[in-house]
């Protein structure tokens, strides 16, 4: 079982820059990818980045240069750098994590505003 809290998010203006944290509890060492997903008002859930243990990570096309993830094993979080924000940034941004077991986790989310 793997229990995950984010935490960073804010109200920021375009041009902005944030950076979300999320904590884990439980079976760290059971976490294969850890990564970010959003969901903004009235659209589905979307990819954000996620990274391997080993350091491997991927982006969507559309925050590649702006968002950097980061992940620290030792302590089972993983972290989201957010740069040169914009309003169609604005989302619920949600931790997940996926065991070696191929069981999924979420957190509860953190909002992220961006004004313009």
């Known amino acids: 079982q793997v229990q995950l809290v984010e935490s960073g998010g804010g109200l920021v203006q375009a041009g902005g820059s944030l950076r979300l944290s999320c904590a884990t509890s439980?079976?760290?060492?059971?976490?294969?990818?850890m990564g970010w997903y959003r969901q903004g008002s009235g659209k589905q859930r979307e990819f954000v980045a996620y990274?391997?243990?080993?350091?491997?990570?991927n982006y969507a096309d559309s925050v590649k240069g702006r968002f950097t993830i980061a992940r620290d094993n030792t302590k089972g979080t993983v972290y989201l750098q957010m740069n040169n924000l914009q309003p169609e940034d604005t989302a619920v941004y949600y931790c997940?994590?996926?065991?070696?077991?191929?069981?999924?986790?979420w957190g509860t989310g953190t909002l992220v505003t961006v004004s313009s």
């Open positions: 990274v391997g243990t080993s350091g491997n990570t």
């Open positions: 997940h994590a996926r065991t070696w077991g191929g069981v999924d986790n």
């Open positions: 439980g079976s760290i060492v059971s976490i294969k990818f």
